[in-house]
């Protein structure tokens, strides 16, 4: 494959927005701690339900404040253009230039989807509410979309958002390596070439995982799916293989020419701390 590697890796970590005052006290320190590290920006979910909305809004305002920038989650699900070109007008107006614009799932008891069936539509619209005001990011599934009729119509479906005007791709999470070598390989065949950054979540407990990972249509190796389960309720190992691991794919990522790394922080900082450590930087 032909390198995506530039001069400086960077960096970039993901929150979701906190529910409770308490949530909301455990961010700013996880924030202090991972803005030491000088990450390229901070981006924050979104949710369907308005006030996971303003929680975002609230969040990203916040930390862009604090110096570092923030790139908010924009979402197909239950949004209008009229709400969505408010939004980019907020956003803007507080000095936000980046968003990472995708389709977003239904959630259960939600009946409409609302005006945006695509990522590659909600993209063409923010480009033609706000020209090239913002950065725009969109997801990529390396080892495909887990709703996706076929391996080609994901590519199709993904290809599509980036010719709509998207500048830089967050993937899906994976343990493969080779599956991100090899959706680079394909991109840049059919003539991509913006950074594909991969997603990184870092392993701190099983259950979980399996269950994000279930969801999200992202493969545990069976090779590592039974070395965690071999661990039990052993806490404190399954960490500390879980942090070998992954910094292991993450080194190989980057000497392999990957862009940087967009970390799945799941609002915690020490094992995304604890990976960046063990990287040879």
């Excluded at 408010?86 to 995708?102: M, N, P, Q």
């Excluded at 020209?131 to 119509?153: K, L, M, R, T």
């Excluded at 997603?199 to 070395?227: H, N, V």
């Amino acid at each position: 494959m032909q390198s995506q590697k530039n001069h400086s890796q960077l960096f970039s970590f993901e929150f979701y927005p906190p529910k409770t005052d308490e949530g909301a006290a455990s961010l700013q320190l996880v924030h202090n701690k991972l803005a030491q590290l000088n990450p390229d920006f901070f981006s924050v979910t979104f949710g369907a339900g308005g006030s996971t909305r303003d929680k975002t809004f609230t969040t990203v305002v916040d930390i862009q404040a604090k110096g570092i920038k923030a790139a908010p989650h924009l979402s197909c699900v239950a949004s209008t253009k009229t709400n969505i070109s408010a939004i980019l007008k907020d956003y803007k107006e507080h000095g936000i230039t980046k968003i990472v614009a995708l389709r977003g799932d239904l959630p259960s008891g939600m009946m409409s989807a609302g005006e945006f069936r695509y990522a590659n539509e909600l993209v063409e619209f923010i480009r033609q509410e706000t020209g090239d005001n913002f950065q725009i990011h969109v997801a990529a599934y390396p080892e495909v979309h887990p709703q996706a009729s076929s391996a080609v119509d994901d590519f199709k479906n993904f290809k599509r958002k980036v010719e709509a005007g998207a500048n830089a791709v967050i993937t899906q999470y994976f343990y493969n390596a080779e599956a991100y070598f090899h959706f680079v390989d394909t991109c840049e065949k059919n003539g991509i070439t913006i950074p594909i950054v991969p997603g990184i979540m870092p392993i701190t407990q099983y259950s979980q995982l399996f269950r994000f990972s279930e969801m999200c249509g992202a493969d545990i190796p069976r090779w590592l799916r039974k070395r965690l389960e071999s661990f039990g309720d052993d806490r404190d190992s399954i960490q500390a293989f879980g942090l070998e691991v992954v910094s292991s794919l993450c080194q190989r990522l980057l000497d392999g020419g990957a862009p940087g790394l967009h970390f799945y922080t799941m609002n915690q900082s020490a094992p995304t701390m604890a990976i960046l450590d063990n990287l040879k930087r």
